[in-house]
Structure formats: structure tokens, C-alpha cells
């Protein structure tokens, strides 16, 4: 079956089906991987630190290690393969990751800038297609977009990027991280995207560094803010009042730390092999260099996801926990701490409760 070309409602009822069957079970069917941490732009609210992105990585995982680590993926019964970065493209060898990957079976999804695309990689993609490619649109000018990569010439670039996917009729989306520098361009980012025939999402919660770098959380649009912007987005305002019904009377003292699919259904792998719960929980992580997938899956994760809150931690007890986006990660991120509350989530949290449970 090529899942490039499923139709939303087929491949809706897929992945439901997929997920039904392993409801009850701890079953690896979703990967995050970096292949690189390097990227050739400099946006300013990036979460990965820039000594990172900025320097070169001779110990980054080789094409071999990747096809090896591939493979216990795929025995392990992953389905959705997310190839990302740093900007993925950067690696020489990333079209050599990529057959692997799609040889393997995985439904792969692939983020980038679309900045470093070119006519080459674009006739690849069509000729392999992958199940979606999700290019970042910063801005829909040219001063907005390069204000946030720090880059001349990289909206430019990203336009050309867009255009060659789209001309070969590739599974493409386009995504924004909104944020002060663009909010004002929130219509024209879905105006442009509607006039090529690409989805459009927007994600408006930055993150603090995976080094604790607050910097670039200035950039954040007020919960307030965001509160609005989603209610007048039409799959945000319908979804939102959905997922808290669901959650309406259930039992909110879970004293587990990972309430998510993380460890259970999906984990992250960096570009150095390190496995993590997801991609904003980074530590403690695994060395795949030293051991197997199997033996992570199956010892390393599972003592992750029984770690246990203190019964005082205030947000155990919470009725608004399963529609907050506070966790481990984003604590020890922001707050230096796993077990205190970031302030701005829990405003957001309170806010979007009373904004679509009228």
C-alpha cells in the first residue's frame, strides 16, 4: 500500500485502526529521529542551542549506524519514521538515510525549512514519496521570515523550496511556530497557504532551550493572546472543547510523572544515538551506540514512566492536568526543576478551560 496517497478520512481510520490494536500495550509505533543537530538558519526562538545547530558534529550517527538502529526499529514494530533536525537536508548523505528508512516501510514524515531544497532532492522525494513533508513558514514577508532566521536570502530560498514541492504534487504542509515577530502575519501565512493548496497549522507555544535558556521564551505571544488566535481557528476551536469533555469527570490524582504516549507509544532519538521519552524530554536518555533498542524499550523506559510526582506537587491534584501541556520536560527546561509548574502553562491552561467550556 503507498500511504503517500491515502485520502485524510482512509488514513484517519489507519492510524486509528493501528493504534486500536495496541491500546493496551506499550508498543513503539512512533519515532522521532535527528539526524543532524546542525542547521544552516539562526532563528531566534529555536530550542536547540545554537553552539549546536552552528557547530560541526564528526560523532553524529554514520549512514551504517542508521541503517542498524533502522532495522531494531522496524523489528520492534515502529510504523511512523519523523526525520528531522537541525535542518536534515544539511547531511550529504541524508537521501542515503532516507531510502533506508523508506526500504524499511516506515510511514516517514519529513521536516525541514525547505531552504536547502533543490531540483535534485525534489525529483528524489517524487520518485520515493514520503507520507508528508512539513516545511516551517516563519512569515509571509520577507522582512517577518528573516527577522526570525537570521538569514539573508533564506525566505527566498524557503518560497523556492515550497514551489518545487508543490510543483511535483508532493504531500506537502506548511507550519508556523507563532510568536510576537509574526503574529500580524497569522492571515496572510494561512492565505498563501490555501492559494497553493497546502495545510496550514500553527503552533503558538515557544519553548525554552533543552540547555535551559529562557531567551527564547520573550518572543511568546501572552496566554491571552493565544487564547484568542485559537478561537478564531476553526480545527482549534472545534478540537479544544472536545478533549476536555473527554477528560470531564475522570480521575485527575495520577501520580505518574508521563501521563502521554511517551515511552508507551512513541520515543525520540537524537542524531547521536541517544534515545529519550520524546523530543523535549531529553534527559535521561540511552546510548544506542552501547546497547539495543530492544533492551531500552523494554528496562530503560519503563522505570522513566513509573517515576512518581511528590503527592504535594500541586499539579497531581489539578482538574485542568490532562488539558495542560506542564511535564517533566517543560519543567526542567523552564524551571529548573521537574516538579515545579511553569507559570505561563498553567495560565494558558485556565484560560482555554474558560474560553471553550462556555
Known amino acids: 500500500m503507498d500511504h503517500s496517497i491515502l485520502n485524510d478520512e482512509t488514513y484517519e481510520n489507519f492510524s486509528r485502526h493501528i493504534h486500536g490494536q495496541v491500546s493496551e500495550d506499550r508498543t513503539p509505533l ?3 529521529v535527528e539526524v543532524t543537530m546542525r542547521c544552516n538558519l539562526r532563528c531566534q526562538h529555536c530550542y536547540i542551542p545554537l553552539s549546536q545547530r552552528a557547530a560541526s558534529h564528526p560523532d553524529e550517527l554514520s549512514l551504517e549506524e542508521f541503517r542498524r538502529i533502522f532495522s531494531e526499529f522496524m523489528d520492534a514494530g515502529v510504523f511512523w519514521l519523523l526525520l528531522t533536525g537541525g535542518e536534515p537536508l544539511l547531511r550529504r548523505d ?21 531552504t536547502l531544497l533543490n531540483e535534485r532532492i525534489a525529483d528524489h522525494l517524487a520518485e520515493y514519496r514520503p507520507f508528508a513533508i512539513e516545511i516551517s513558514l516563519y512569515g509571509a514577508t520577507e ?5 526570525i532566521t537570521g538569514v539573508k536570502g533564506s525566505f527566498n530560498r524557503c518560497m523556492q523550496g515550497i514551489k518545487l514541492i508543490n510543483e511535483r504534487d508532493l504531500p506537502l504542509k506548511l507550519k ?12 496572510s501565512m494561512i492565505q498563501f497557504s490555501e492559494s497553493i493548496g497546502a495545510n496550514f497549522s500553527f503552533d503558538p507555544v515557544i519553548n525554552a532551550g533543552l540547555d535551559g535558556d529562557i531567551t527564547q521564551t520573550r518572543f511568546r505571544l501572552s496566554p491571552e493572546a493565544i487564547v484568542e488566535f485559537e478561537q478564531h481557528d476553526e480545527r482549534r476551536a472545534k478540537t479544544w472543547p472536545e478533549k476536555i469533555a473527554s477528560y470531564e469527570g475522570k480521575e485527575i490524582n495520577v501520580p505518574y510523572m508521563y501521563t502521554c504516549g511517551a515511552g508507551r507509544k512513541g520515543f525520540h532519538m537524537d542524531a547521536f544515538g541517544r534515545l529519550s521519552m520524546c523530543i523535549s524530554a531529553r534527559p535521561p536518555s540511552y546510548d544506542l551506540r552501547a546497547g539495543s533498542f530492544q533492551e531500552a524499550w523494554e528496562e530503560f523506559f519503563p ?21 495542560c501541556s506542564q511535564c517533566p520536560a517543560m519543567g526542567l527546561a523552564e524551571m529548573g526543576n521537574t516538579e515545579v509548574a511553569v507559570p505561563f502553562l498553567c495560565q494558558l491552561a485556565h484560560l482555554r478551560y474558560e474560553a471553550f467550556t462556555k
Not at 94 to 114: H, M, N, P, R, V
Open 143 to 147: 522582512e517577518t521570515y528573516e527577522r
Open 303 to 323: 522505570k522513566i514512566i513509573n517515576q512518581e510526582y511528590h503527592p504535594d506537587f500541586k499539579c497531581v491534584h489539578c482538574p485542568l492536568r490532562m488539558v
Open 30 to 32: 512512533n519515532a522521532s
Open 176 to 187: 508556523s511556530p507563532l510568536m510576537t515577530l509574526n503574529a500580524h502575519e497569522l492571515d
Open 94 to 114: 541524508f537521501l542515503d538515510i532516507y531510502d533506508d528508512a523508506k526500504q524499511k516501510g516506515f510511514i516517514i514524515t519529513l521536516f525541514t525549512s525547505g
